[in-house]
């Protein structure tokens, strides 16, 4: 007990004691805080790089708790307590420090990784760096909360030796329950040390789906959909999966569309014009050549397939757009049909037009005549016989004739 050394706390109820000591110490730790940070601010406004300003914000919060909590830690030693609700009250505090201090380490540790990091990665012409630097974070996160586990364990007495024994002779088992978990966290190490994907990329999945590489993570795969959904996948599942990355070997890509004309159109002379038009798109990739196909005699149109290159993905649809409207107008412009498919309607006047009728007379050469699958050619009235004969002597074949009555 701090307070109660001084005869004119002596005399108070211990409960105004701890509460006096609480907000005093409080109080101080605030201004030493403070004046602490004003001074660091100046200093750090002369420095050419701003991390230690972001630092200096990032710490402020965790910090204040922290001297809340040291606060709490001396005003309860001013009570009295019983000795078993004293221990489970500073184990509490203790275990509150251990997470703050825990977090506020974290924070450090992670903005000046990131900063040095994104610095890093500007450096260089790949993506990679940004994945890399996703998994570094995951993994520091993961190490900072078993180290705070077992500090936190070892405040409430937990014997650590034990139990990591007991974890070594349970290895197996824990090996098994977790081993989706680590089957994903190596596939990720796989898929990054591999080169398939990198944050920015741009894939289509095996079920069809286009989108973005938004995050690689310890345990999942996050791609961001042109609809602005988000699709996570594990990694395994992608380590495993037969998907198109539409960014490698580079961003440059074909654009291909079928377009048809009508008959009688010179193929030679759809060709030059098309050519002509696709040559006026700015966005392509000039370097690369056009093509024009004669493909196919169709149904109702000559098809013709047009092939060119644009330099980046995020040029595609722009060029695909002004090319298809290009060459639309243009063949107007020339006036050369653009077929489409067609049926012919015959219409007859009521009353004048005459259905078929089975009993006309060009139908009589086969009255009376049936044909089974195979051709053969028989009689009704001689299958009647047949079966009256067979009915006398007691053969009736119920097979032979159920089959003829089918046929």
């Known amino acids: 007990m701090v307070l109660e050394q001084f005869s004119y706390f002596a005399n108070l109820n211990e409960y105004v004691r701890a509460g006096i000591l609480f907000f005093g110490l409080l109080i101080i730790l605030r201004i030493i805080l403070y004046v602490s940070e004003f001074v660091l601010l100046k200093i750090t406004s002369r420095t050419k790089t701003d991390l230690d300003d972001l630092l200096l914000k990032k710490s402020s919060a965790p910090l204040t708790y922290i001297a809340i909590l040291l606060s709490l830690l001396f005003a309860i030693r001013e009570l009295t307590l019983k000795a078993s609700v004293e221990l489970v009250i500073l184990n509490i505090i203790y275990s509150l420090l251990a997470i703050v ?37 995951e993994v520091l996160r993961v190490v900072l909360v078993i180290i705070i586990g077992i500090i936190i364990l070892n405040i409430w007495g937990v014997n650590i030796g034990p ?34 994907l990198k944050t920015g990329d741009i894939v289509k999945l095996e079920g069809g789906e286009l989108g973005e590489v938004y995050k690689i993570g310890l345990r999942t795969t996050r791609i961001k959909s042109f609809d602005n959904e988000m699709i996570i996948i594990p990694n395994s599942v992608i ?4 998907l198109q990355n539409l960014l490698q070997p580079d961003p440059s890509i074909r654009i291909n569309f079928d ?28 370097s690369e050549e056009i093509r024009v196909l004669f493909t196919e005699m169709g149904d109702n149109a000559l098809i013709f397939k047009v092939m060119f290159w644009v330099d980046d993905i995020g040029k595609k ?12 107008r243009r063949l107007y412009e020339e006036k050369i049909g653009i077929p489409f ?14 259905s078929l009728n089975p009993s006309d007379k060009k139908f009589d050469k086969v009255k009376g005549k049936y044909f089974p699958a195979f051709g053969y050619e028989y ?3 001689k299958y009647e016989e ?22």
């Open 101 to 137: 201090i825990g977090f506020f380490v974290f924070r450090v540790v992670d903005t000046s990784l990131i900063r040095v990091w994104k610095r890093f990665a500007e450096k260089t012409k790949s993506n990679i760096d940004d994945t890399i630097g996703n998994m570094v974070y």
């Open 163 to 196: 139990l990591l024994a007991g974890l070594g002779i349970a290895g197996l088992a824990v090996a098994l329950a977790l081993q989706p978990i680590l089957s994903n966290i190596f596939s990720g190490i796989a898929i990054i040390s591999d080169g398939t």
């Open 239 to 242: 380590a495993n999966s037969k």
């Open 259 to 286: 377009f048809g004309v009508e008959y009688g159109t010179d193929p030679e002379y759809v060709k030059k014009i098309v050519i002509e038009e696709i040559e006026k798109i700015e966005i392509r990739k000039k």
């Open 317 to 328: 649809w722009p060029a695909h757009q002004e090319a298809i409207s290009r060459i639309y």
């Open 341 to 354: 498919p067609q049926r012919t309607v015959w219409l007859r006047e009521e009353g004048k037009a005459q």
């Open 379 to 381: 009689k009704e009235k």
């Open 386 to 407: 047949e079966k009256k004969e067979s009915r006398k002597k007691g053969l009736f074949n119920r097979f032979r004739f159920r089959r003829a009555d089918e046929e």
